[in-house]
């Protein structure tokens, strides 16, 4: 089968995504759901007040419908691509209570924190218990066996797909810089799992490339729309699986340097301001400290996602 009816699949969801995302737009705006800006953000956050978000729903609704209509292309799937669909809307469905919590209810906290993280461990488990099933190792940088024990399999996949989920949920938070990322980090994983001929991640990440790229198109500065837990969490989820379901976690480090750069941010934000009283960056993550520096949102994007590309490309012929 030639590798163009993947671009065609990645051009129809694309198609669906950017078509499906105007109405959802003007719904959000008409109902008055909109995004409420933090307090201690930048001042200037302050007009993107009462912007509609949860744009991640059409992204998710885009990969759900594909799914469904597979059978009409007589494309090629497996057990495989549907652990990653899964692991796509069971942590959207986590980020969509969340977002639904604060935006419809207007409940400001959404779940709590250990609601939340319970949540993902418990779907971590279910996912990682399917890819074992089928035969899942953990490859060790530079040792040559494989791990085949399944509890630590499990274990490791876990606290991989929590911390990937959140860490994209941290990266975020201006206008254009998560999808942007994202995109770029799965046109990697694209490429390496065509190498490999694995057909059914393949055709995972060109659907849902499509409906990122939708949503981008109405995320760009000025947003439209904003992504919303319920986006971030189920792509962050969803790069961990990819990386787990190709056996090469590890290059995640690199195809989403960005992601761990954001995390490690608010680490060390937190740790220096409780020994020392002082912040170490001008505010974290630290999309916000160069922000608050003199960047604009624009080169924010760039730069960052210039940095994707190069230490993509690098981690790529690293694993080829």
């Known amino acids: 089968m030639s590798n163009g009816i993947y671009l065609f699949i990645a051009s129809l969801s694309f198609a669906l995504s950017v078509s499906l995302m105007p109405f959802w737009v003007h719904w959000m705006k008409h109902k008055q759901y909109g995004q409420a800006i933090r307090a201690e953000g930048p001042k200037w956050h302050e007009q993107k007040s009462g912007t509609p978000a949860m744009g991640g729903v059409i992204i998710l609704a885009t990969v759900l419908l594909f799914s469904l209509l597979l059978p009409l292309f007589d494309l090629p799937t497996d057990p495989i691509f549907y652990s990653l ?6 942590f959207g469905l986590i980020g969509f209570t969340d977002d639904f919590l604060k935006i419809f209810k207007k409940e400001n906290e959404g ?3 250990l609601q939340k993280f319970i949540a993902q461990l418990v779907i971590g488990l279910i996912v990682m218990v399917w890819l074992v099933s089928h035969d899942h190792t953990l490859v060790i940088p530079f040792f040559a066996t494989p791990i085949h024990i399944a509890l630590l399999v499990v274990l490791f996949g876990i606290i991989w797909m929590t911390g990937f989920s959140n860490a994209v949920n941290l990266t975020d938070g201006i206008d254009g810089l998560s999808g942007s990322t994202t995109i770029l980090s799965l046109l990697f994983f694209l490429i390496y799992a065509l190498h490999v001929e694995n057909y059914g991640i393949v055709l995972f990440i060109s659907i849902l490339i499509g409906g990122i790229l939708g949503f981008l198109c109405y995320n ?3 947003a439209k729309i904003f992504m919303g837990d319920v986006g971030s969490l189920a792509i962050g989820g969803a790069l961990a699986a990819i990386s787990l379901a190709l056996n090469q976690p590890w290059s995640l480090l690199g195809i989403g340097l960005i992601y761990v750069i954001e995390t490690s941010s608010v680490i060390l934000q937190v740790a220096y301001f409780k020994r020392t009283g002082k912040r170490l960056f001008k505010m974290s993550p630290i999309h916000h400290h160069f922000e608050m520096s003199g ?12 940095v994707t590309v190069i230490v993509s490309a690098v981690t790529l012929l ?3």
């Open 220 to 222: 760009f500065k000025p």
């Open 111 to 113: 779940l709590k924190s």
């Open 318 to 320: 690293w694993i080829w």
């Open 85 to 90: 669909v899964f692991s796509l809307m069971a």
């Open 295 to 306: 960047w604009s949102e624009n080169k924010i994007v760039i730069v960052f996602s210039v």
